[in-house]
T-cell receptor
Framework: GAGVSQSPSNKVTEKGKDVELRCDPI?????LYWYRQRLGQGLEFLIY????????KSGLPSDRFSAERTGESVSTLTIQRTQQEDSAVYLC???????????FGSGTRLTVV | AQSVTQLGSHVSVSEGALVLLRCNYS??????LFWYVQYPNQGLQLLLK??????LVKGINGFEAEFKKSETSFHLTKPSAHMSDAAEYFC??????????FGTGTRLQVFP
């Protein structure tokens, strides 16, 4: 596609429920990244994919968080048993390897009530 | 490990005034440095990047930044602010990896 697409754009969920966030990167971008942005804060790195493998998942905050990528395209970030501190905007970005010019999606705003 | 520090979480300028947003980096090896802008309710957009070529980097919308190794700085400037420049600005660093480390951001307000 022309840009990085994320869905849903907004998600309100009850504490304890599981959520799935989707990222559709730019076609041909083999590198894909997930970041979290809490209100009024900077971007917190979560995980990086190169193709279908994740060489760096050091930012995943707990084992409730997981991500996968299939077919070198779509990625899903899953948060199990959501907690209120998971409320944030989850941003996805993609790039060509070594390009260092990320293209970001508009994010998914997750609110846990 | 590399990091960036953005001095000033909020900066206010008058329209037409100089914009200066500060970023200092920490890295044991030569870094690549970036500035991104985030308009309300939007994703981040790349303004400019330094990747070890010219130390003065020009970006979109009239912004530029200068890499100063002696000061470990990569400050973002624009000679004359426009109302449309009001946004959140993020400095980021990477060293031979594809993972960007972001600063905490600086919110720029522009007054008429």
């Amino acid at each position: 596609g022309a840009g990085v697409s994320q869905s849903p754009s907004n998600k309100v969920t009850e504490k304890g429920k599981d959520v799935e966030l989707r990222c559709d990167p730019i076609s041909g971008h083999t590198a894909l990244y997930w970041y979290r942005q809490r209100l009024g804060q900077g971007l917190e790195f979560l995980i990086y994919f190169q193709g279908n493998s994740a060489p760096d998942k050091s930012g995943l905050p707990s084992d409730r968080f997981s991500a996968e990528r299939t077919g070198e395209s779509v990625s899903t970030l899953t948060i199990q048993r959501t907690q209120q501190e998971d409320s944030a905007v989850y941003l996805c970005a993609s790039s060509l390897p070594g390009n260092y010019g990320y293209t970001f999606g508009s994010g998914t705003r997750l609110t846990v009530v | 490990a590399q990091s960036v520090t953005q001095l000033g979480s909020h900066v206010s300028v008058s329209e037409g005034a100089l914009v200066l947003l500060r970023c200092n980096y920490s890295s044991s090896v030569p870094p690549y440095l970036f500035w991104y802008v985030q308009y309300p309710n939007q994703g981040l957009q790349l303004l400019l990047k330094y990747t070890s070529a010219a130390t003065l980097v020009k970006g979109i919308n009239g912004f530029e930044a200068e890499f100063k190794k002696s000061e470990t700085s990569f400050h973002l400037t624009k000679p004359s602010a426009h109302m449309s420049d009001a946004a959140e600005y993020f400095c980021a660093v990477t060293v031979n990896t594809d993972k960007l480390i972001f600063g905490t951001g600086t919110r720029l307000q522009v007054f008429p």
